[in-house]
């Protein structure tokens, strides 16, 4: 199993930011190094980072994603949070806690 990670694309746009989000395989085509789409897990705005159901939205989709990779063992445990914590660099999840059980991967 290659390595998999989080990527963010940032895109500045005249309506403000946007980041993109997929989870990619880590691989060297022609001795250069390049990234595989896995999964898209779909663009966040800038301006609904903050809010509350566009980001737990997000979340779900990510949970539910990295779920389903590692219930058909194309990632490791490990990978899963190590492509959680690069996406929540960009969109926290520490304020939606409040309330909210965390979910778990």
Do not use: C, H
């Not at 980041?19 to 880590?26: D, E, I």
């Not at 250069?32 to 705005?45: D, H």
């Not at 980072?49 to 737990?56: F, G, I, S």
């Not at 990779?69 to 409040?98: G, H, M, Q, T």
Request: charged share 25%.
């Amino acid at each position: 199993m290659n390595t998999l990670n989080g990527k963010t694309i940032k895109v500045k746009t005249r309506y403000g930011t946007r980041f993109t989000f997929q989870v990619v395989r880590n691989l060297r085509k022609d001795g250069k190094p390049t990234n595989e789409i896995v999964k898209g897990l779909g663009s966040l705005r800038s301006s609904r980072l903050n809010d509350t159901q566009a980001v737990l939205g997000f979340w779900l989709r990510v949970t539910t994603t990295l779920n389903q990779l590692l219930a058909e063992n194309r990632i490791s445990r490990a990978d899963a949070n190590k492509v959680k914590r690069k996406f929540e660099a960009v969109v926290p999840v520490k304020p939606l806690l409040s309330g909210v059980s965390k979910v778990r991967i």
